[in-house]
């Protein structure tokens, strides 16, 4: 099992900067990729940006350039830089760790942008 505690989201003003964090705890060693989705008001949960084991990165079209990922040096954490934020990225943001078809998540964090 693995358990993810993610911090860091908060009320916003479009342009501005976040930075989530996400800890992972259990059998981290097991984990290949670490990633992060988010489920905005009244809609479906969506792929963000994800990190796998080898530090390749991959991310929605929709934050490409404004986003960052990147993993702790003990790869039991990992984050988003989330820059020039947009009111369209207000979401619930969900921390993602998994191997294989193992997916945990954690419990989610809000993100807010006022225009």
């Known amino acids: 099992q693995v358990q993810l505690v993610e911090s860091g989201g908060g009320l916003v003003q479009a342009g501005g900067s976040l930075r989530l964090s996400c800890a992972a705890s259990?059998?981290?060693?097991?984990?290949?990729?670490m990633g992060w989705y988010r489920q905005p008001p009244g809609k479906q949960r969506e792929f963000v940006a994800i990190?796998?084991?080898?530090?390749?990165?991959n991310y929605a079209d929709s934050v490409k350039g404004r986003f960052t990922i990147s993993r702790g040096n003990a790869k039991s954490s990992v984050y988003l830089q989330m820059n020039s934020l947009k009111p369209e990225d207000t979401a619930v943001y969900y921390c993602?760790?998994?191997?294989?078809?193992?997916?945990?998540w954690g419990q989610g964090t809000q993100v807010t942008v006022s225009s």
């Open positions: 993602n760790a998994g191997y294989g078809f193992r997916d945990y």
């Open positions: 259990g059998s981290i060693l097991s984990i290949s990729r």
């Open positions: 990190i796998n084991s080898g530090g390749s990165e």
